[in-house]
T-cell receptor, first 111, second 111 residues
Framework: DGGITQSPKYLFRKEGQNVTLSCEQN?????MYWYRQDPGQGLRLIYY???????QKGDIAEGYSVSREKKESFPLTVTSAQKNPTAFYLC??????????FGSGTRLTVV | QQPVQSPQAVILREGEDAVINCSSS?????VHWYRQKHGEAPVFLMI?????EQKGHEKISASFNEKKQQSSLYLTASQLSYSGTYFC????????????FGQGTILTVHP
């Protein structure tokens, strides 16, 4: 079955560390997105990409970086510059004019 | 600027109806609705395009008034499975299909 796979499900980061969250899709969707969700809040856009080797900053891109070397993959790196990274991270993809399909998320905690 | 949803929370008994509103201060090209169960990824419910159309999904329907820049989600004869947080997503017609989400409405259905 087609879908989006995010890994790991839980991730713990030490202060000053960079960590990378994986997002892989086999839906053949062109557009992919990263959102951050804090408790009791909506989803805020971090980065998005329409095609390979092209991506754009969202509303809260500071302290994050992405790459899009393959259509299927859109990893997110949380850098040490992100001072408050504890959150639930959701990756999504979208076919043209359709709804988003979300992955199951990665819960990142700073220890 | 994110859309504003109202109410913030709703508590129902099985079989009762509810309406969730989504209002935007920016132009709406289309509106998406999603439901998220606790600790899970949001699931796409429906998309509404310009033209004031009304769409349905099971006993859940929605309307879209582009003049008022508002959308409403109607849940009729609610079931226990309807419990969750409902998000509207505003698509402003820009490229890449990126959505700006409201803060969410928590719906709790009791037996």
């Amino acid at each position: 079955d087609g879908g989006i796979t995010q890994s790991p499900k839980y991730l713990f980061r030490k202060e000053g560390q960079n960590v990378t969250l994986s997002c892989e899709q086999n839906l053949n969707h062109d557009a992919m997105y990263w959102y951050r969700q804090d408790p009791g809040q909506g989803l805020r856009l971090i980065y998005y990409s329409q095609i390979v080797n092209d991506f754009q900053k969202g509303d809260i891109a500071e302290g994050y970086s992405v790459s899009r070397e393959k259509k299927e993959s859109f990893p997110l790196t949380v850098t040490s510059a992100q001072k408050n990274p504890t959150a639930f991270y959701l990756c999504a993809s979208r076919r043209d004019r359709g709804g988003y399909t979300f992955g199951s998320g990665t819960r990142l905690t700073v220890v | 600027q994110q859309p504003v949803q109202s109410p913030q929370a709703v508590i129902l008994r099985e079989g009762e109806d509810a309406v969730i509103n989504c209002s935007s201060s920016k132009a709406l090209y289309s509106v998406h609705w999603y439901r998220q169960k606790h600790g899970e990824a949001p699931v796409f419910l429906m998309i509404l395009l310009k033209g004031g159309e009304q769409k349905g999904h099971e006993k859940i329907s929605a309307s879209f008034n582009e003049k008022k820049q508002q959308s409403s989600l109607y849940l009729t004869a609610s079931q226990l499975s309807y419990s969750g947080t409902y998000f509207c997503g505003r698509y402003g017609g820009t490229s890449y299909g990126k959505l700006t989400f409201g803060q969410g409405t928590i719906l709790t259905v009791h037996p």
